[in-house]
T-cell receptor
Framework: NAGVTQTPKFQVLKTGQSMTLQCAQD?????MYWYRQDPGMGLRLIYY???????DKGEVPNGYNVSRLNKREFSLRLESAAPSQTSVYFC???????????FGDGTRLSIL | GIQVEQSPPDLILQEGANSTLRCNFS?????LQWFHQNPWGQLINLFY???GTKQNGRLSATTVATERYSLLYISSSQTTDSGVYFC?????????????FGQGTILTVHP
């Protein structure tokens, strides 16, 4: 049972390039989330999807777009990467309602 | 928005010692979760604890929602307990799952 799987694990981009981070969960969870973690800080919510077909902004959505492709998959897209988006990106999922969140291993993204 | 403050920011222990980590939050919450981020960066959910007390092996957590704080107890610490401990809360009245994280407590356990 893989849980939450993120790809890629590492990526280096140049400023202005675009990229999509992929996330898939196999726990039949309704809700999925994207966070970023900057050095010495806690995680901040970028976007979330409470259920298939819905998405909503979190605390720091600017510069990002998301797609809830189906119940299993939730992708995060950077259309024009900026150095300020250098971070570690985590995807998470949870069941219906107020439930524990389970995280993927993260994607380390560097933008030069 | 809701403020989440964790203390202490850093903690250094010898193996076998006990410790208490604290999380204060500024508003009423739907739920509170504790996470451990290991030295490899993986985030593990330790407790989902909106109120009351839960125990899991050497770890236990207590949330007093009316007084807006939660405590994480680690007993007989081991080197594998090292890492960063995060508290995260969901503000009451918001959509389920919108967590706000604290800054974390960095725990180092020496053999």
């Amino acid at each position: 049972n893989a849980g939450v799987t993120q790809t890629p694990k590492f990526q280096v981009l140049k400023t202005g390039q675009s990229m999509t981070l992929q996330c898939a969960q196999d726990m039949n969870h309704n809700s999925m989330y994207w966070y970023r973690q900057d050095p010495g800080m806690g995680l901040r919510l970028i976007y979330y999807s409470a259920s298939e077909g819905t998405t909503d902004k979190g605390e720091v959505p600017n510069g990002y777009n998301v797609s809830r492709l189906n119940k299993r998959e939730f992708s995060l897209r950077l259309e024009s990467a900026a150095p300020s988006q250098t971070s570690v990106y985590f995807c998470a999922s949870s069941g219906q309602g107020a439930q524990p969140q389970h995280f993927g291993d993260g994607t380390r993204l560097s933008i030069l | 928005g809701i403020q989440v403050e964790q203390s202490p920011p850093d903690l250094i222990l010898q193996e076998g010692a006990n410790s208490t980590l604290r999380c204060n939050f500024s508003d009423s919450v739907n739920n509170l979760q504790w996470f451990h981020q290991n030295p490899w960066g993986q985030l593990i959910n330790l407790f989902y604890i909106p109120s009351g007390t839960k125990q899991n092996g050497r770890l236990s957590a207590t949330t007093v929602a009316t007084e807006r704080y939660s405590l994480l107890y680690i007993s007989s610490s081991q080197t594998t307990d090292s890492g960063v401990y995060f508290c995260a809360v969901e503000l009451r009245g918001t959509s389920y799952g919108k967590l706000t994280f604290g800054q974390g407590t960095i725990l180092t356990v020496h053999p």
